[in-house]
């Protein structure tokens, strides 16, 4: 399973549109989109009732939603060429939505494919654009084809999933999600941790960056690019030994800050964004560091 892709570059958060009345679920026909509808002149009542409520009891184990999510299931496999298969499952858009058994679809040659389950109960792929169908549904995933073969990279960022009674997605932003929904509350998981939408603005429950702990890296005569494990924690030593200045790469996350010690003997290290400039700390030195969104910035003179 991949997340590469930012929120701003994923299919947006899709929700119910549009009102519909009491009056309007008593339409003929209804606008209930699972149950079965019960007058004077039905003759089949126990069947109409059984459905009524194995549906009750099925959206009972996921829970109400506000916003459309994979509920159970709906994974995507590469069969072969170009031909993809989305396993059995429930997906919640104002009502239950079964895929009741494994279904295959044939990806678009030479581009991207935005795989996606629809209200009706059908598959839908959209080519190259991240424009959902023209009926309500539920985003899965993005396939990729070269040549007449589907990548075995199935890309997951911007699906959302009901994860015991909550609706979150994950995407590779560095920090505050890229982008801004509707009017709906779901939690982002991001490289700086988990993200509330509170349907107007982000509130941030949880970190990844920074916030306790100790690591100690030992470094080869190269530059270092730290990992999602590493960056968690807010002390930082570096040991190993040097003929030059090396940079290590920490995560562009505005308000971010480390301790950097420099324990290598030979070199100094610049603590540094990807593209930003950083802070350049000497062989057996330590310093407070920050970042502003873009750079590293020091955060007081470096120490011993």
């Known amino acids: 399973m991949a997340i590469t892709l930012l929120a701003s570059a994923c299919p947006a958060v899709q929700g119910p549109s549009g009102f519909k009345s009491l009056a309007d679920a008593a339409a003929s026909p209804p606008l209930l989109l699972s149950a079965a509808t019960l007058t004077p002149a039905s003759t089949v009542i126990s069947s109409k009732f059984n459905k009524n409520a194995q549906y009750l009891e099925q959206l009972a184990r996921y829970g109400p939603q506000g916003v459309f999510a994979v509920a159970y299931g709906l994974t995507i496999s590469v069969v072969s060429g170009l031909t993809i298969e989305v396993s059995a499952g429930h997906a919640l858009m104002e009502s239950l939505i079964e895929l009741p058994a494994a279904t295959q679809a044939t990806a678009f040659d030479n581009a991207d494919s935005y795989v996606w389950l629809k209200q009706d109960g059908t598959l839908e ?31 997951y960022a911007g699906r959302m999933e009901i994860r015991g009674n909550l609706a979150i997605r994950e ?7 890229s982008d801004t929904p509707a009017a709906v509350s779901f939690l982002t998981k991001t490289l700086n941790g988990t993200w509330l939408w509170d349907s107007e603005s982000w509130l941030r429950i949880g970190g990844e960056v920074a916030e306790y702990g100790f690591v100690s890296i030992a470094l080869s005569d190269d530059n270092y690019t730290l990992s999602a494990a590493e960056y968690r924690r807010q002390i930082i030593k570096c040991t190993g030994t040097l003929t030059g200045t090396r940079n290590v790469v920490l995560p562009t996350v505005s308000g971010a800050i480390f301790l950097a010690h420099n324990a290598c003997s030979g070199g100094s290290l610049t603590f540094k964004t990807t593209s930003g400039a950083g802070v350049t700390i000497a062989a057996g030195k ?19």
């Open 286 to 304: 330590s310093q407070w560091i920050y970042c502003d969104g873009t750079k590293y910035e020091p955060a007081g003179a470096p120490t011993a």
């Open 125 to 155: 792929l959209i080519n190259g654009a991240t424009t959902p169908p023209s009926i309500d549904a539920v985003y899965l995933g993005r396939v990729t084809a070269t040549s007449g073969t589907v990548s075995g990279t199935i890309e």
């Open 171 to 177: 995407t590779a932003d560095p920090e505050m999600p």
